[in-house]
């Protein structure tokens, strides 16, 4: 789902119409959050010029006489319309992504200086997202606060700014939101002097929406038509070419693993220097890991099913009075292969997420698969700034990449170390 997100700072003016129509344009945008639109009234007529198209639909809050106005737009042929909630700062519509095929909310959100009044808001917004658990949430617009000292700069420090980020993280973490990755520049607003800056818009997704589009972004555009930095949300795929040699750490543990390793690594003839054969026998051997893992030690999830099943089969017998003693010990030895299976799960869980809630008896599928997709999209590289220029086609990030590490890595001087005179161990293979 595409989502353009704008302070405009009043809608007054061709030249925000235009930039607005360009955006909507460009991206292809869904939906379309606006905040401080000045506006104490409005039309299909000013909705469909500000789209360009007359496929639109909006629910617009006028605010206090325009003040702390809100305005929320969507395509019909991308998003189907079923219900809205508005209050003071907030614009929440409901419906369903045609594409995707699912039913969510876009929360447009402006909130007020004071932080009593964000607390209100933040309040209401809590209320309303767990009345309806069952949708997929975006929170987006200009929450008028920031959740570390380091997103805002050039101000005067406030007593009250410890307790802002304070609230406006339990927000965040009370409604199991997550925010998207930034693209682009760290602040989305600046002073006029440019003297101040800070991120005061962001987008915030529910886990539902993470797994709906996991790798969703938000990127930051040029500030143009107001002291605020538009925001688009969207999904952008990108080959990065052959993926990096990695080992599961539940193979470690698994029977004949190690041996498997070494066998096939002694096994390969291979030519060259000794980082070439190093090189050419992790290539090798990252071919038959993916053949021993599909082959040998299987799904996780599957044999578990499997094994339940059996141990089910078993128990059922045995309430019948029907469970032989060769049964029994099957069963026994099948309640110790569940037991390493989910093991083995914990440890494929943790390594991928980074988290440790297993310790805590918490075994949440959906937090931690949730926690593996924010992961990736928080580690994953977006682009490389290049002259002042930002940069995102895979070719030229990695010759970027390349340049800075030639760069970074060429020796000053003859450090009397040669190739040949290092020991490479492998913890892998235990080799030297």
């Known amino acids: 789902m595409i989502i353009v997100n704008l302070n405009i700072r009043g809608l007054g003016g061709g030249t925000k119409a235009r930039y607005l129509k360009h955006i909507i344009a460009r991206e292809g945008a869904d939906f379309v959050c606006l905040q401080e639109t000045k506006a104490v009234q409005f039309s299909d007529a000013r909705c469909y010029s500000l789209w360009g198209d007359n496929k639109a639909g909006w629910v617009h809050y006028e605010g206090d006489n325009g003040g702390g106005s809100l305005l929320s737009m969507w395509h019909t042929n991308s998003f189907i319309y079923d219900n809205h909630i508005m209050g003071k700062g907030y614009i929440a519509v409901s419906g369903q992504h045609v594409k995707a095929n699912c039913r969510c909310v876009v929360v447009n959100i402006y909130a007020a200086c004071s932080l009593r009044e964000k607390k209100v808001l933040w309040g209401e917004l809590s209320r309303i997202k767990v009345a309806s658990q069952n949708l997929i949430w975006c929170f987006c617009g200009d929450f008028n606060a920031v959740r570390s000292l380091g997103e805002r700069k050039g101000t005067k420090e406030r007593g009250s700014q410890l307790s802002e980020i304070r609230e406006f993280n339990r927000f965040i973490d009370a409604n199991l939101l997550i925010e998207l990755p930034f693209v682009g520049k760290s602040f989305t607003w600046f002073s006029s002097n440019g003297k ?7 987008i915030l997704v529910s886990e539902e929406w993470m797994q709906m589009w996991p790798s969703c972004k938000q990127y930051v555009q040029c500030r143009e038509v107001s002291d605020h930095c538009a925001l688009v949300v969207k999904s952008v795929d990108k080959d990065w070419g052959p993926k990096p040699f990695r080992t599961i750490d539940a193979w470690l543990v698994e029977k004949g693993f190690m041996e498997m390793v070494k066998d096939r690594w002694t096994a390969y003839t291979v030519q060259g220097s000794s980082f070439t054969k190093v090189k050419d026998k992790l290539k090798r051997l990252k071919g038959d890991l993916k053949v021993w893992n599909k082959d040998i030690f299987g799904n996780l999830e599957t044999t578990k099913r499997r094994i339940i099943l059996e141990i089910e089969d078993y128990d059922c017998q045995d309430g019948n009075d029907n469970l032989l003693v060769c049964d029994r010990m099957k069963r026994i030895e099948l309640v110790g292969q569940l037991k390493e299976v989910d093991n083995k799960l914990e440890s494929f869980m943790r390594q991928k997420t980074r988290v440790n809630w297993f310790k805590n008896g918490d075994s949440c599928t959906k937090f931690f698969y949730s ?15 290049i002259g002042g220029l930002w940069c995102e086609e895979p070719s030229t990030v990695c010759a970027e990449a390349r340049r800075w590490f030639n760069n970074r890595f060429r020796a000053t001087k003859d450090l009397r170390v040669r190739p040949m005179q290092l020991s490479l161990s492998l913890y892998l293979c235990q080799i030297t």
């Open 196 to 202: 101040a800056k800070s991120r005061l818009d962001r």
């Open 371 to 385: 926690s593996l997709k924010w992961r990736r999209s928080k580690n994953e590289v977006k682009g490389v700034e």
